[in-house]
């Protein structure tokens, strides 16, 4: 069973334009969501993250933007760039008890020229 | 620091044989997770320890698998006999408990069973 749903498993996006990605639990007791961002022959990497109690994070051009009440989040990328092509990964996690990460499936972003 | 550190980058086996998978995790860090990432499944958890313990193994698809943490610095993922539909890109991820979900993850060591 997927506790955390991401969508869509691929993107296709032109250079300066925006990226969305997002995810959706069903876990109420998740109270800390991280994005992954993972390149070619690499692991997977801590972009942002975000907790429940704020409904949207920035940091440069990566936004989340977070709704407790749908119990759903999303990955904003601003002015896409062709480095940006990678595959991310949504991901949710109890503070308190196991220290344990729930992924999403991922999403293959492709900032196309 | 290094970073968590994974061995070998690629290992092809023949199918029958008994592979070893190596990590480092990140000096301080106490807890430790094995991830399975495969095109079908996307990233599973296998097993991960917490002070050298392991927490929850309920992530290994069968007694062919096994992993150990003998000490703070080191774990070991060993599959034996291997299939091959055990090929996949198995990684290693680091993290400080009181930092939940932000993990370390190494290269990843892609296996290969042939």
């Known amino acids: 069973q997927q506790q955390v749903k991401q969508s869509p498993q691929s993107l296709i996006v032109q250079k300066g334009g925006i990226s969305i990605i997002n995810c959706a639990y069903e876990?109420?007791?998740?109270?800390?969501f991280p994005w992954y961002q993972q390149f070619p022959g690499k692991g997977p990497a801590l972009l942002i993250a975000?907790?429940?109690?704020?409904s949207e994070k920035k940091e440069g051009r990566f936004t989340i933007s977070f709704n407790k009440s749908a119990k759903q989040f999303s990955l904003h990328i601003m002015d896409s760039q062709p480095g940006d092509s990678a595959t991310y990964f949504c991901a949710a996690s109890i503070k308190t008890g196991a220290n344990n990460l729930f992924f999403g499936t991922g999403t293959r972003l492709t900032v196309i020229p | 620091d290094a970073g968590v550190i994974q061995s070998p980058r690629h290992e092809v086996t023949e199918m029958g044989q008994e592979v070893t998978l190596r990590c480092k995790p990140i000096?301080?860090?106490?807890?430790l997770f094995w991830y399975r990432q495969t095109m079908m499944r996307g990233l599973e958890l296998l097993i991960y320890f917490n002070n050298n313990v392991p927490i929850d193994d309920s992530g290994m698809p069968e007694d062919r698998f096994s992993a150990k943490m003998p000490n703070a610095s080191f774990s070991t993922l060993k599959i034996q006999p291997s299939e091959p539909r055990d090929s996949a890109v198995y990684f290693c991820?680091?993290?400080?408990?009181?930092?939940?979900?932000?993990?370390?993850f190494g290269s990843g060591t892609r296996l290969t069973v042939v």
């Open positions: 876990n109420t007791a998740f109270d800390y």
């Open positions: 975000i907790r429940p109690d704020v």
């Open positions: 991820a680091s993290s400080l408990t009181s930092t939940t979900g932000s993990y370390t």
């Open positions: 000096s301080g860090h106490n807890s």
